[in-house]
């Protein structure tokens, strides 16, 4: 922190949060200020901890599953599929190549849905109001595909360990593909909102920069460090479920700054189209699920299982000690580690653009506390 | 901070798995490539076991050694992202917590796993001058298992209020007595479960 103050006023201490709109839940910002500058931030986290860990230890393992949802709960299928991997890696289990392409299918409508949230709320705090209602417009159509899927919108709890439980409805492949079909000129649609906006890159051109360098010395991982320039997924590095059968790009920005990473997402989702109408076109048939025992036990022990999730690397590092419940379930969350470059961010920036940086780093604090 | 596992009963008549056996030894199987024999080469007895499970390799070292190798794998091998701090609590041990780390090298496409036992009250050695993300992992660690990080700048609770009592991913400690406790302090009636 820089000794002197502007003019030699006092520093200003300002709180954040936890109650502010802006900071996406339950975030509690500490802005220590000269005037309108930021020179040193602390974030007071933990106000939606529920003991995820502590739970999965007092639970046998398929009946932990659930829970996982909870956590980022705007991609609920995201941290299911790598919950379910993860224990199935444990057990050893093939999971059937139906059931993978379902699963990849489903994830990345999710992948969608979760950016959709944040790209609405994201231009809502910038002062954008209507994409926040043309995304949810959309989104609702993800959430209703997921309903007809598996009964639940939101934490849906839609795979099981080994594969799947439910068959698909019998319209779903036309729903999925009526889906991409209208969803790719929406896409375009919101770029003639807000890409060439003078206001939206007034407000998003080179704040928050994080490079390359930093993003690794931080962790971050996911669209972060791609707009860092950086063309890492571990959908392409560690491909899981089938990944490397599909042909895709992995969008990378050059600046680290807020509007790359806008511009990284939104291809995203393109990608993400791509990916879903490759999976129906290849859709298999056969059984949607593997040779699981009745009785859940892995042997003993351990195991980490990582996942590109909709906000960057979801891992599972899960212990067994042979029994039906697991010892220990560690999740590393992609949002808590994210969050903590919120301050080398927001130094030296305006009060303003704190608000632009917390949205920028896509965070759902239900996946920071834990 | 003045930090006491207290709980108000024994565990043992809430725990809700029977009493843990020393869980039986993992299959692993020995790791052997051109970074193991780098590695054994520079720190020798200090590191006691490299090995694989289910494809994974991971190592286990003595707690003074794991600073030093997770500086020399960042700086000679590329290892440039720490993924996870966690720990493991296995009270029946005399080295009770396991800790964890997981590193991944953008340059190799490889993921390893540095484990190393220390005892209850027994410092281990902060790596956030090596890696910043580890400021958070590293405060977590502390708040979910008491576990102490020599050298780190701001070692406080991260999740938990700061007043809170007890480390509460500790195998002693049970959700039903946190949640007796609690019910008692602040309602001043038994919870009756």
Redesign the interface.
């Known amino acids: 922190m820089p000794d002197g103050t502007f003019l030699d006023a006092t520093e200003l201490v300002l709180n954040m949060g936890p109650q502010h709109p802006s900071t996406h839940g339950v975030l509690r910002v500490i802005l220590k200020l000269d005037g309108e500058k930021v020179i040193g931030t602390e974030c007071v986290i933990g106000y939606l901890h529920r003991g995820v860990e502590k739970i999965a230890e007092n639970r046998t393992y398929p009946q932990f599953a659930p829970y996982v949802d909870r956590m980022d709960y705007v991609a609920a299928v995201s941290n299911g599929l790598g919950y379910c991997l993860a224990v199935e890696k444990l057990l050893g289990v093939e999971v059937p190549p139906r059931a993978q392409a379902i699963r990849v299918i489903l994830t990345e409508l999710n992948r969608i849905a979760s950016h959709l949230i944040w790209l609405g709320t994201h231009a809502l705090d910038v002062g954008a109001i209507t994409p926040l209602f043309y995304c949810m417009r959309e989104r609702e159509e993800i959430l209703n595909i997921f309903e007809k899927y598996c009964g639940a919108r939101l934490t849906t709890h839609a795979f099981r360990i080994g594969g799947l439980q439910y068959e698909t409805y019998d319209t779903f492949e036309s729903d999925v593909r009526a889906f991409c079909d209208m969803f790719l000129p929406k896409v375009d649609e919101y770029e003639e909102l807000l890409t060439g906006n003078r206001i939206w890159i007034g407000r998003l051109r080179n704040v928050g920069i994080l490079n390359a360098e930093d993003c690794k010395a931080y962790g971050v991982t996911g669209p972060l460090l791609r707009a860092a320039g950086v063309k890492w997924d571990l959908r392409k590095a560690q491909p899981y479920s089938g990944y490397e059968q599909y042909d895709f790009e992995i969008p990378t920005g050059t600046r680290g700054d807020s509007y790359d990473r806008y511009l990284v997402r939104i291809q995203e989702m393109r990608q993400s189209v791509r990916i879903i109408r490759q999976a129906l076109d290849g859709l298999p048939g056969g059984p949607i699920m593997g040779k699981v025992p009745k009785v859940i036990k892995p042997p003993v022990g351990e195991v980490y299982v990582s996942i590109e999730a909709p906000k960057g690397e979801l891992g599972y590092y899960i212990v067994s000690d042979g029994s039906t419940q697991p010892y220990r379930v560690r999740v590393r969350p992609p949002s808590f580690v994210n969050l903590q470059a919120l301050d080398k961010m927001c130094r030296g920036a305006l009060v303003a653009d704190v608000v632009v940086v917390i949205g920028t780093i896509d965070i759902v604090l239900g996946e920071v506390d834990r | 901070m003045a930090e006491q596992p207290t709980e108000g009963k024994p565990p043992a008549a809430h725990k809700?798995?029977p009493p843990?056996k020393p869980?039986?030894?993992?299959?692993?199987t020995p790791w052997e490539d051109e970074l193991t024999e780098a590695l054994r080469a520079k720190f020798q007895d200090r590191i006691a076991e490299f090995s694989a499970?289910?494809g994974?390799k991971f190592l286990v070292a003595h707690p003074d050694a794991v600073a030093p190798i997770i500086e020399h794998l960042k700086l000679e091998f590329g290892f440039?992202?720490?993924?996870?701090i966690?720990a493991?609590?296995y009270p029946e041990r005399a080295e009770r917590f396991e800790l964890?780390y997981?590193l991944y090298s953008?340059a190799r496409?490889e993921?390893i796993?540095i484990k190393t036992r220390i005892k209850e009250g027994q410092r281990a050695a902060s790596v956030v001058g090596l890696?910043?993300?580890a400021?958070?992992?590293e405060r977590e660690v502390y708040d979910?298992f008491g576990i102490e990080f020599a050298g780190h700048p701001d070692l406080r609770?991260?999740?938990?209020?700061e007043d809170w009592t007890g480390h509460?991913?500790r195998k002693d400690?049970s959700?039903l007595d946190m949640d007796n406790r609690w019910v008692k302090e602040h309602l001043g009636i038994e919870s009756g479960q």
């Open positions: 809700p798995r843990a869980p039986a030894a993992m299959a692993s499970y289910l994974q440039d992202y720490l993924v996870d966690t493991v609590d964890v997981i953008f496409n993921r796993r890696h910043p993300t400021n958070w992992l979910m609770r991260i999740l938990l209020p509460p991913l400690s959700i």
